[in-house]
């Protein structure tokens, strides 16, 4: 290639270079007397002809197949994916400071003094007290109701204890295993006594058990007690703990016990629906949310950079409209919190707050408790007129209902028919009575 090259540029040189001479000729005899003020005139230079050009194109092209492909951003590329770089170290300066103050929150869509919110926060209910508790409030006051409870119901606060206290369910499902082993083997042998004492130091108990918060309260609770004991071979007792007398004649009892532990879940605070009603109000589809919807936990603010960082590299490639789509489902995942409304037939406001997660049968759920013909089967659409279905179970995050969306309630049409040809009317008031007593204006 270097010598087809080196070829086309001779030729050129060759034809521009003038008309030639002979090889007797010499360079004094052939060179024309100028005159000494008379400026030497210069042809101009000749281009190369079409044959030549479209053989260099040719052998271009065949030379650029040839090299690979490279690879790598083009400048465009480059300059964007800096752009985007230096975006993210300005975020993470951001949320670096943020989290010197104890709070990492995105920023929210308007502030929250110029108008007023559509919900004053988040809030969630202790299942233990009724009390109603901020998000910061959750832990704490759950313990506190738990340690509480002990009082009133020993095995099953310990229960409690176990599940809620301790974080890794790992451990905690390998422990209980273990208590609920040591329980079948005195429930089935119930004669042997050595089943009947468990070793502290033993080392599965130590591993196993020792390790949880909540499991020495759930064996004195069901009556177990502790005592020195000797052990063969061995110079000083160890301890032990010992299953009572009149535990052992309740065997009944204990294989409650156990399958309470075994069925047991974390006692988990659950969200406040704060339900309203609102007046018919042009304003309906406008959410001013507080900050508590935009709160961003600490694992929540990694999460959001990696997913920017993987954002320079989707800049660099085609995606399809499947890919696109994958990417707003997740963007829409951030959300942890929804507020939804849905607008009656007499233009009334039905308002609640929900996980993002949330299936969308929680919602005909909420919408039918406040319904006074709640028999009657209803239909929801969302913008654009999308219909949700109560059997799609599908989460509001991948409906597009987050962090707030406002909906259109319907009856099914064929059964307003059927009630009509029946010769009876639906009733005209289509929320309960005593809803419609703390009726509201849309602030």
């Not at 010197?100 to 869509?109: S, Y």
């Not at 006594?193 to 196993?208: A, D, G, H, S």
Request: aromatic share 6%.
């Amino acid at each position: 290639m270097k010598k087809f090259f080196q070829e086309i540029k001779a030729d050129i040189k060759f034809k521009s270079a003038g008309p030639g001479q002979k090889l007797t000729e010499s360079v004094r005899e052939k060179a024309p007397k100028e005159k000494p003020n008379q400026p030497v005139l210069r042809q101009p230079r000749q281009g190369p002809t079409d044959e030549v050009q479209m053989a260099a194109a040719a052998a271009l092209a065949r030379l650029e197949q040839k090299q690979p492909r490279a690879r790598g951003p083009t400048s465009s590329q480059d300059s964007t994916r800096n752009q985007v770089r230096k975006e993210l170290q300005a975020e993470a300066t951001v949320s670096g400071s943020s989290k010197a103050l104890g709070t990492n929150m995105v920023p929210e869509p308007k502030e929250e003094s110029s108008t007023p919110l559509a919900v004053p926060g988040v809030y969630f209910t202790c299942p233990l007290t009724g009390a109603t508790l901020r998000k910061d409030q959750r832990d704490s006051r759950i313990k506190e109701a738990i340690l509480s409870h002990f009082s009133v119901d020993p095995v099953a606060a310990s229960i409690m204890k176990i599940h809620t206290f301790n974080k890794d369910r790992d451990k905690v499902k390998l422990g209980v295993d273990t208590i609920a082993k040591y329980l079948d083997n005195i429930h089935l042998h119930p004669e042997e006594e050595k089943y009947r004492k468990i070793k502290l130091q033993n080392k599965v108990f130590q591993e196993r058990i020792n390790c949880l918060e909540g499991t020495h309260e759930f064996f004195e609770a069901i009556g177990f007690q502790k005592a020195l004991l000797p052990v063969p071979d061995q110079e000083g007792p160890e301890e032990f703990y010992v299953l009572s007398e009149a535990a052992l004649a309740q065997s009944q009892s204990l294989e409650k016990h156990k399958e309470q532990l075994l069925c047991a879940e974390p006692v988990r605070a659950t969200l406040a629906r704060q339900r309203r009603i609102f007046r018919p109000s042009p304003l309906a589809s406008r959410f001013d949310l507080p900050s508590d919807f935009f709160n961003l936990t600490a694992e929540e603010v990694k999460r959001e950079q990696r997913l920017k960082s993987e954002a320079v590299e989707r800049l660099s490639m085609l995606r399809t409209k499947a890919m696109r789509e994958k990417e707003e489902q997740r963007e829409m995942r951030k959300y942890t919190y929804t507020l939804l409304r849905v607008r009656l037939p007499d233009g009334c406001l039905l308002q609640g707050t929900f996980y993002a997660r949330e299936r969308v049968a929680a919602l005909y759920s909420f919408v039918r408790e406040a319904l006074q013909s709640d028999w009657l089967p209803f239909e929801l659409l969302a913008s654009g007129g999308q219909k949700l279905s109560e059997d799609e179970n599908l989460p509001f995050n991948e409906c597009g209902l987050v962090p707030s969306a406002l909906l259109t309630f319907s009856w099914d049409s064929a059964v307003l028919e059927d009630i009509k040809a029946a010769g009876a009317e639906p009733d005209s008031s289509i929320l309960k009575p005593e809803l419609l007593v703390a009726i509201e204006k849309l602030p």
